[in-house]
Nanobody, 116 residues
């Protein structure tokens, strides 16, 4: 059974940091690129960052460039999103996704709330 389980969300003050994790199982982790996608309250899905199957060439949305870092650990079958200097507009549900030419998997999401 394919599973993507996000964790690490919560309440954080503006300017603070948070690290999200996405634990993967049920598929060949190294054969999939991965991304973080978020959804703010009342809005559509917004792509945040991606990393290829080799763990290189990270790419970021302009809104998070320089503040967020995406990474992955093959030994742990886990992807991460380090969020620094967070802003209220970073509030939302964060989803991890894994994809290749044949399949596309999504996690259930973890809530991030940035508020003082």
């Amino acid at each position: 059974e394919v599973q993507l389980v996000e964790s690490g969300g919560g309440l954080v003050q503006p300017g603070g940091s948070l690290k999200l994790s996405c634990a993967a199982s049920g598929f060949t982790f190294t054969s999939f690129a991965m991304s973080w996608v978020r959804q703010a309250p009342g809005k559509g899905l917004e792509w945040v960052a991606s990393i290829n199957s080799a763990g290189s060439r990270p790419t970021y949305a302009d809104s998070v460039q320089g503040r967020f870092t995406i990474s992955r650990d093959t030994a742990k079958n886990t992807m991460y999103l380090q969020m620094n200097n967070v802003k209220p507009e970073d509030t939302g549900v964060y989803y991890c996704t894994a994809y290749n030419r044949r399949n596309d998997y999504w996690g259930q999401g973890t809530q991030v709330t940035v508020s003082s």
